[in-house]
């Protein structure tokens, strides 16, 4: 014999109240291909890192002078590589589970300290952060280059880098003023 739920449940998935919500709900999952597209990003951030890091090594023991700036240049772009490899796992991991499902990790010896109490808020403000760190790099990088660079571009750098760290103060300082009102809103009811 088939077992069917009963009819007055089967009623209530279909009541167009409910429906639109439940399929607005799932539809959270559209986004995670887009996640797994991340993932395959990162995989060419450690193939580029694998040829820097090559590229390193051969200059060495290859004979050919290399300046002590060119192995500046060389490891900020390898760190560079790893701070975007670790701006993409936040993103991949808090926003798969802030906006897609729970990930389930809680007793497992490896999950990120972060993720315990990961919400958009906090990944914005961890994002704007490895954002500044990025850009530092970067910066970095031109400084120790300025010499083969025109000045219009240093500046704009700092310029940018600036804008960057203004937004990641703004996006913290709303962040502080949003979580007040809610402790203030809790503790009036």
Known sequence: MLNLPPRNALASRMNPNKLLPTFLFASRWLQAPLYLGLVIAQAFFVWMFMIELTHL???????????????????????????????LIMVIVGGYETFVSRL??????????????????????????AIIGISSIHLLKSFINAGNLPEHTLLWQVVIHLVFIISALAMAWVDKIMTQTLILQHNNH
């Open 104 to 129: 389930h990790l809680d007793e497992h010896p490896d999950q990120p300290e972060w993720l315990n109490h990961v919400n958009a808020g906090v990944l914005k403000i961890k994002l704007s952060t």
């Open 57 to 87: 090594v051969h200059s060495f023991f290859s004979g050919s002078p290399i300046t002590e700036a060119d192995v500046m240049l060389i490891v900020l772009g390898l760190i560079d590589i790893v701070m975007i490899a670790n701006l």
